[in-house]
């Protein structure tokens, strides 16, 4: 076997793909032949640095959301002959979000900081959304409905504002419990993207700037302006959520 | 596709069976394709809903390898004007501002990272090659059949891919961690 050939059967040989006799064919060439054993143990040693890369896990809120759309595009009831199956697939339902409330929980077990339980109850109210079959309580991108909703639930009254010009559609409002006080949610569109924006009275003066940070695929803001404390969570790229700070705090300022 | 049954639930049983355990596979390939862990669950999720649209079509061959391919097609049809390079390329930012001392040893997560970014950087044709074969572990056969090339061109695509890799390990590496022959 001349180098041409040997060196054609490095990477045959290492990925197992000749046959016994090619095999040992190669192995005898390589004897006479530094450059190819050379370039077997590059491709050897590349092999062994990728198969030592972390695995990359589903994460459980593309778990989620895949179930939701597998069974919404599910076109027939159960089928008669399997009775059994129903009460399963209404457990399986159940299994799945507690499956999400379960790693959300571990990831919680992991961050001790004032602010890692903080976001990971964002993502806790972004998945009660996310998850639900009615994600909002009022359902209207018409601000004049969803505001006046919230009066006599909570004890302030929200922003509201529809942000459709500025591709960030207002879908309804929703109840939220944070840190155990009832709270207004607002819930927008991007795309098909949910943003869930949980907003109350602003614990302290002046404005705080946005800050995104991203954990587990979402990106989560938080920011404190004209008096209220904001924090909003989504599954959009960091970037599109500083833009949604952004037209939020806008809108608001337009109105004051 | 709009002539396709649509499924009904004992066919999402068996696809549960048959093709949701490759989930871990089809979001891992996404991962590499798109190199975005936001954009790679959207691909996957899209995968997914097309994989079983398509499920009546799946003739009980490996199943693996039939959802990548799906994968691999959905992120092409999903480019298709949009831009194949406007997106991030977060992985590669990774790089050290300086090349590595030889002598220094870097912790494992640390060497991790760095083979990651030497990835994340490779051409899509090549970097694609050496995801199926080497972290997915697929044949020759398999990769020819999720990219839809000849076995002789994912052959030679994985020379040049670990012709790249090396490069590009070597750039970012000392000796001692990329364990590689010197050139």
New interface residues.
């Given amino acids: 076997m001349d180098c041409p050939t040997c060196e054609a059967s ?3 040989y290492v ?1 197992g ?1 000749l046959s016994a006799r090619e095999s040992a064919a190669f192995e005898q060439a390589l004897t006479a032949c530094p450059e190819c054993r ?1 370039r077997l ?3 050897r ?15 459980d ?3 989620a ?2 179930e939701r ?3 919404a ?7 008669r002959a ?1 009775p059994a ?1 129903r009460p399963w ?1 209404r457990w399986s339902a159940m299994a799945a979000s507690l499956i999400v409330a379960v790693g959300i929980g571990w990831v919680g077990g992991t961050f001790t900081s004032r602010e890692g339980r903080d976001s990971n109850e964002a993502i806790a109210s972004y998945l009660r959304v996310a998850m639900a079959e009615a994600p909002v309580e009022v359902a209207s991108s018409d601000r004049h409905t969803v505001k006046p909703w919230f009066a006599g639930r909570i004890d302030y009254s929200p922003p509201v504002h529809d942000l459709t010009a500025e591709g960030f559609p207002l879908v309804g409002g929703r109840l939220d419990v944070v840190s155990g006080r009832k709270v207004s949610v607002l819930v927008y569109r991007r795309n098909q993207h949910r943003i869930v924006l949980s907003l109350w009275p602003a614990g302290a003066g002046g404005n705080v700037a946005p800050s995104v940070t ?1 954990r587990d ?1 979402f ?1 989560l803001a938080e920011w404190r302006h004209a008096g209220f404390d904001m924090r909003a969570v989504s ?3 960091p970037n599109e959520m500083s833009s949604f700070a952004t037209a939020v705090n806008r809108a608001v300022d337009v109105e004051r | 596709m709009s002539d396709a049954p649509k499924p009904d639930s004992r066919t999402l049983e068996r696809f549960r069976a048959v093709v949701l355990p490759h989930l871990d596979s089809a979001y891992g390939f996404a991962r590499w394709l798109t190199r975005d862990p936001v954009a790679a669950q959207d691909l996957a999720q899209e995968s997914l809903l097309r994989a079983l649209r398509y499920f009546h079509a799946f003739r009980g061959e490996e199943a693996r390898p039939w959802l990548l391919r799906i994968v691999r097609n959905t992120w092409t049809d999903t480019r298709v004007g949009k831009g194949a390079d406007a997106l991030p390329l977060e992985m590669a930012d990774e790089r050290p501002a300086d090349t590595p001392d030889p002598e220094q040893s870097v912790l494992a997560g640390d060497r991790r990272r760095h083979v990651a970014a030497a990835l994340a950087v490779l051409p899509e044709d090549v970097r694609e090659v050496l995801v199926l074969r080497e972290i997915e572990d697929l044949s020759y056969k398999q990769i020819a059949s999720v990219l839809d090339l000849p076995i002789g061109t994912v052959m030679s695509r994985l020379a040049r891919a670990r012709e790249k890799m090396a490069a590009q390990l070597r750039g970012r590496l000392g000796r001692s961690e990329h364990g590689l022959p010197d050139l």
């Avoid at chain 1, 040693?45 to 994460?59: S, Y």
């Fill in positions: 490095v990477d045959a990925d793909e050379e143990a590059t491709a040693a590349i092999g062994g640095l990728l198969r030592d890369l972390p695995v990359e896990r589903t994460t809120l593309l778990r959301r895949l759309d597998l069974r595009s599910v076109d027939a009831p159960e089928p399997r199956a697939a991203q695929g990106a599954d959009i790229s």
